[in-house]
Structure formats: C-alpha cells, structure tokens
C-alpha cells in the first residue's frame, strides 16, 4: 500500500499561483511514476503532469508551459507549481503514483480560479 497526502489547494485570483504538494510513504525511487489529475465538476478527471522514475515528464496541452512537475526524493513528494492560473483550471486536483502495476491516488485538493 502506499498513502499519498495531497497539500496546497486554495482559492486564487486568476493569474496567480499555487503550489501542489504530494507526500507518499514510500520512496519514490520505487514508483515507476507520479503525476496530478485533475477533475472539475460534471466533468471526467484528466491528467494534468506526470513525471517518471527517471525523471521524464509529460503535460497536457492546456498546461504546458504554465505548470511545472517535480519532486523531492529526499522527501518522497512531488510538486505541480501552477503558474498563470486560470479559471477553467478550478478542479479538484489528485495526486496519482504507480507503483509494481498498481495505481494509488490521494484524496484530493480542490483549487479554485476566480476572474
């Protein structure tokens, strides 16, 4: 089992900032990849970022070059720092991890875009 606690939601004015955090009880040098999705409501829940055991990452269209993906392995997180936010980026944002074929996710944050 791996428990993934999720940090960092809030409210923000559209073009600000937030910082996402996602603390796992494992090490992170045993998941193959950690990654944030998001889901707003009446909506399916899409991936956001992902960023692999070797450090690739991956965005979706609607984020590049506003967010960023990383982690910490000396502290088993990752981050999602969301820059330039807009409001079609209010959601509930959930940390993702795999781990031997086995996907764990958080509990999620909710982040909210007002114009």
């Known amino acids: 089992q791996v428990q993934l606690v999720e940090s960092g939601g809030g409210l923000v004015q559209a073009g600000g900032s937030l910082r996402l955090s996602c603390a796992a009880s494992t090490t992170i040098f045993s998941l193959s990849s950690m990654g944030w999705y998001r889901q707003a409501p009446g909506k399916q829940r899409e991936l956001v970022a992902t960023i692999t055991r070797s450090g690739n990452t991956n965005y979706a269209d609607f984020v590049k070059g506003r967010f960023t993906i990383s982690r910490d392995s000396s502290k088993n997180t990752v981050y999602l720092q969301m820059n330039s936010l807009k409001p079609e980026d209010t959601a509930v944002y959930y940390c993702?991890?795999?781990?031997?074929?086995?996907?764990?996710w958080g509990q999620g944050t909710q982040v909210t875009v007002s114009s």
């Open positions: 993702n991890v795999l781990r031997i074929g086995r996907e764990y």
